[in-house]
C-alpha cells in the first residue's frame, strides 16, 4: 500500500437530476471535488444523498444533468468511469461461503486484473485494511465493523483515485469508526477523491475539509468546514482555567476588549468574543501581558451538528 498514489482527477457534477413517479430525489445538484479532499455529503433520511451517490456510481442513470471525471461522462462513458470509482454501499450482501478472500479476489478480477497483478493488489488491500488475518474466514460469520472493512477493500481493490462511500461508518462501535476515520485520513493523503455520506456527523467534522449540505433532493450549502462554521458563528466561545480561579478571572476579563459575554462554568470560565481566531490569539496574549497564571485556554468550535441543524428545516420528501 505504501506505493499507492491515485492519480490526480477532478469531479464536476452538473445540474444532476433524478426523478421517481413525480418525486425529485435530486434536483439540480452541482458541486465539484478532487484529490486529496474528504467531502462530507450531509442530509436527513429522504435528502437524496444515496440516489446521488448512485448516480456518481453510475449505477443509476440521471433524469438530466451529468458528472464528469476529468472530464468523462457518466453518462455517455459509464465503463470508463466506473474504473475510477470505488463504490462503498451502505450494506455488505450476505455472501454464503464466501470467503474474504474470495469475495476479493472476484472483485479484482471484475476489474480487469490477472495473474500476478491480482494477487498482489488482493494481498495488498487485505493488509492495509487490516483483513490478513481474516481472509480464509467466510463473510456470513464477520461482525459489522468487519463487513465494513471487507466493503472498503472492495471498494479499492482497483485502486480507483475516487472513493464514493455510503454511510460507511453506520452501526460501527466507537472503536471501529476510529479506525474508519484513520484509514480515510491516510487514503485522502495519498491523493484519493473522496465523497463520504453519514448521520453520524460528529466523525464527518473529525476527517472533511468540505461539506454538501443536501435537503429534499437540493443543495442547501456548500463550502469547506472552516467557512461553514465561521459563517454560523461569527463568534467565538473559549474556556479558560488559572490558578488564580474563576472569580478573579472573570474580573480582569470583564475590562478587556471585544469581550460581548462572560460567565462562571465550575472553575472555568467561558468567555464570547466577537471575531476570528486572530482574536482569539490577541485575548490570549493580553491574559499573558497582564501576567495572569492562565493553565489552561480552549477555543470551542462550533460543531458541524449545529450547522446543519441550523440551516436545514427538517423538511421530508
Known amino acids: 500500500m505504501e506505493s499507492w498514489k491515485a492519480a490526480t482527477v477532478k469531479i464536476s457534477v452538473e445540474n444532476l437530476t433524478r426523478h421517481f413517479d413525480g418525486t425529485r430525489a435530486v434536483d439540480g445538484v452541482s458541486f465539484t471535488f478532487e484529490s486529496g479532499q474528504i467531502v462530507g455529503f450531509v442530509g436527513p433520511n429522504g435528502a437524496g444523498k444515496t440516489t446521488t451517490l448512485r448516480l456518481l456510481a453510475t449505477a443509476d442513470e440521471p433524469t438530466a444533468g451529468d458528472a464528469f471525471f476529468d472530464g468523462v461522462s457518466a453518462v455517455q462513458d459509464p465503463e ?83 472513493l464514493l462511500l455510503d454511510e460507511p461508518a453506520a452501526g460501527l462501535d466507537p472503536r471501529a469508526r476510529v479506525e474508519l476515520r484513520e484509514l480515510l485520513q491516510v487514503l485522502a493523503e495519498r491523493g484519493k477523491a473522496i465523497l463520504v455520506s453519514s448521520h453520524i456527523l460528529t466523525e464527518l467534522s473529525e476527517v472533511c475539509n468540505a461539506a454538501i449540505i443536501l435537503e429534499q433532493g437540493r443543495i442547501v450549502r456548500a463550502g469547506s468546514t472552516d467557512d461553514l ?61 497582564q501576567g495572569l497564571p492562565v493553565v489552561e485556554f480552549v477555543h470551542t468550535r462550533t460543531s458541524l451538528e449545529t450547522v446543519f441543524m441550523r440551516i436545514t428545516k427538517g423538511d421530508v420528501q
Open 229 to 289: 462554521l465561521t459563517e454560523a458563528t461569527p463568534r467565538r466561545l473559549v474556556r479558560i482555567r488559572s490558578l488564580d480561579g474563576a472569580a478573579a478571572l472573570k474580573k480582569a476579563i470583564l475590562e478587556m476588549p471585544g469581550v460581548q459575554d462572560v460567565h462562571v462554568a465550575g472553575p472555568y470560565v467561558e468567555v464570547v468574543l466577537d471575531g476570528d481566531e486572530t482574536v482569539c490569539r490577541d485575548f490570549l496574549a493580553g491574559l499573558v501581558r
Open 80 to 162: 470508463q468511469v466506473r474504473h475510477q470509482i470505488g463504490f462503498m454501499p451502505d450494506y455488505l450482501p450476505t455472501h454464503r461461503d464466501t470467503t474474504v478472500h474470495e469475495y476479493l479476489d472476484f472483485f479484482a478480477r471484475a476489474y480487469g486484473l490477472h495473474g500476478a497483478d491480482r494477487r498482489a493488489a488482493v494481498d495488498t488491500i487485505e493488509e492495509f485494511a487490516r483483513l490478513a488475518a481474516l481472509r480464509e474466514k467466510p463473510i456470513q460469520a464477520l461482525s459489522k465493523g468487519m463487513k465494513q472493512r471487507v466493503s472498503l477493500a472492495r471498494a479499492l481493490v482497483h485502486d480507483p483515485p475516487v
